[in-house]
């Protein structure tokens, strides 16, 4: 299928809808065309404008009947061409014609160009070509478009639409000399159109648009369909009549029809559902059934496996424990178990003991799942605090005996609140690893690392968590000294304030940013003077 052209586009559009934008555009594109074509007959530009304006009207009106041409070129051009014939009297016409042999003999004697006075007989030559190749001149020479535009509008490819314009050209030149013109073939009759080109004066297109729109109105609405009415048939009229007459009959009709058949849909729907409700009752009902003798069967099996249990334990003699002093284990009641104070990790770093290991029977797997989660309890603990971390200069009751220069400080943030929520990951993550009955022993061995719950307002050395903000300080160490002394006092003095001693590895990661020189210093060989060395 052909794509429409922008002229049918436009004209479609003004057609259908009365778009002001189409028509203004349509306007555009072949106002040079028509005034030109008006000027050329009448040879005055005054008269030339109101023609064009004139021309534009009658597109406007006969817009509806033009919706499907492909180019307006043609059309407009004989359109102004009649409309300049009416505007001049026929015997002036007839005169002028008269004249024109004199004028170019004339003008040749003044040595200017004889196709000058072929212009005024060139519309009619154009005329008296047929349209195809009277549109091809027009669309290629007058309105100056390309041959693959002169094609796509006749319809044929570009070579062809060459070899067309070529053919005009021949006979608009036979025109020519037909009535005493020696015009060469083609190549003069080309010269003589594209010399045709004139200027539109300014404002024409905008005066011609503004009378077009004016003269046909605004075309919606009513206007609109009015459009579409002219442009029918007698045959499409009486049959647009017979059904805008039947249309409350047929209307009726389909009303009806559609009410009964959803009509009938519900019904048909209701005894469905009301079938569907039988089944279901009687479904529910054997599954109640089932559901009675199923619990009957538990209870008469859980009183059985009683039973049984009973018989069982009251034959077989209870095996006594005996103590081997080669085993490496010893069997202990849990409630012996639950008083013993096993330290759960053996370091600030959160490392699991041996003894928590070996007490809690843990396999490999299951102490890499808890290690994993105290890991990462301790990394999202220390991220919380960095991000409120603040160095600050010491002060006298910070120095406990050293130097200024020999303590750094850092206040530390409480983070309780976000403390609440890594406790609860960490000890589902350590249930689903050991199970709950473990799980408790585990979390009482790691009350003297962290405070197991949010109650708890304890501190101590070994605690490496605390549900409290604190001033943590740090005295610098000695070439080669791999333990280190800090200080904490918290924010509320009711707490009150520790010292210890912490093990380089075990610093936090924290506050290592701050203490890469003395870590350095820590890390190397004192010599015998008491520097240090690399």
């Known amino acids: 299928m052909t794509a429409a052209s922008p002229d049918c586009e436009l004209v479609t559009a003004y057609a259908a809808r009365g778009s002001e934008t189409a028509f ?90 004889p196709l000058d006075v072929l212009v005024p007989l060139l519309d009619e030559g154009l005329l008296n070509l047929r ?6 001149l027009v669309l290629r020479f007058l309105e100056e478009r390309s041959l693959r535009e002169v094609g796509a509008a006749l319809g044929v490819d570009e070579d062809a639409a060459r070899k067309r314009v070529s053919r005009a050209l021949d006979r608009l030149a036979r025109f020519f000399r037909q009535r005493g013109f020696a015009v060469p073939a083609g190549a003069g009759a080309a010269a003589l159109l594209a010399n045709t080109a004139t200027a539109v004066p300014a404002g024409l297109a905008a005066s011609a648009t503004s009378a077009g729109l004016a003269a046909a109105g605004a075309a919606t609405g009513l206007n609109l369909a009015l459009f579409k009415l002219m442009a ?6 009486t049959v647009l009549c017979a059904i805008v007459a039947t249309a409350p009959l047929t ?13 009938a849909d519900l019904t048909a729907q209701i005894a469905s559902g009301q079938r569907s409700a039988i089944d279901l009752e009687a479904q529910v009902q054997r599954i109640h059934e089932a559901l009675l003798r199923a619990q009957n069967d538990a209870s008469n099996s859980v009183t059985r496996l009683a039973a049984l249990k009973a018989e069982r334990e009251a034959r077989s003699p209870r095996p006594v424990y005996r103590w081997e002093d080669n085993s490496p284990l010893v069997r202990v009641s849990k409630g012996f178990l639950e008083q013993l104070r096993i330290p759960a990790t053996a370091n600030q770093r959160g490392l699991l003991s041996e003894q928590v290991k070996e007490v809690l029977q843990l396999t490999d797997s299951e102490a890499q799942q808890a290690q994993s989660a105290i890991d990462r309890f301790l990394a999202d603990y220390h991220a919380a605090q960095a991000q409120g971390i603040r160095r600050v200069e010491p002060t006298d009751s910070d120095l406990s005996g050293h130097k200024p ?46 405070p197991i719950d949010e109650n708890y307002d304890g501190m101590s050395t070994a605690m490496a968590v605390h549900n ?39 610093i936090p990661e924290m506050y290592r940013a701050h203490l890469q020189d003395w870590i350095a210093l820590a890390l190397s060989r004192p010599s015998r003077d008491g520097h240090s060395q690399k």
């Open 251 to 263: 209307w009726q009709w389909h009303a009806n029809a559609r009410a009964t058949r959803q009509q």
């Open 131 to 136: 349209d195809n190749d009277r549109l091809a």
């Open 468 to 506: 409290f903000g604190y001033r943590m300080r740090f005295y610098q160490p000695k070439p080669g000294d791999r333990w280190w002394s800090w200080n904490l006092s918290t924010t509320e003095p009711k707490r009150g304030a520790m010292s210890a001693s912490i093990a380089l590895e075990d």
């Open 405 to 450: 220069e020999e303590t750094r400080v850092f206040e530390i943030p409480d983070v309780s609140e976000q403390l609440g929520g890594f406790r609860q990951t960490l000890f589902g993550e350590l249930e689903a690893a050991l199970g709950s009955g473990r799980l408790e022993l585990f979390r009482k061995a790691l009350q003297n690392w962290m």
């Open 24 to 113: 203004r555009a349509l306007v555009g594109r072949h106002v040079n065309l028509v005034y030109a074509t008006a000027l050329r007959q009448v040879g005055d530009a005054g008269l030339a404008e109101e023609i064009t304006q004139n021309v534009f009207i009658a597109l406007a009106r006969k817009a509806p009947r033009l919706a499907g041409v492909q180019t307006l070129a043609g059309w407009l051009h004989r359109t102004a061409i009649l409309e300049a014939k009416a505007r001049v009297r026929a015997e002036l016409r007839r005169g002028r014609r008269e004249e024109m042999a004199d004028e170019a003999a004339a003008l040749q004697r003044e040595g200017n160009s």
């Open 232 to 237: 029918l048939t007698k045959t499409e009229t």
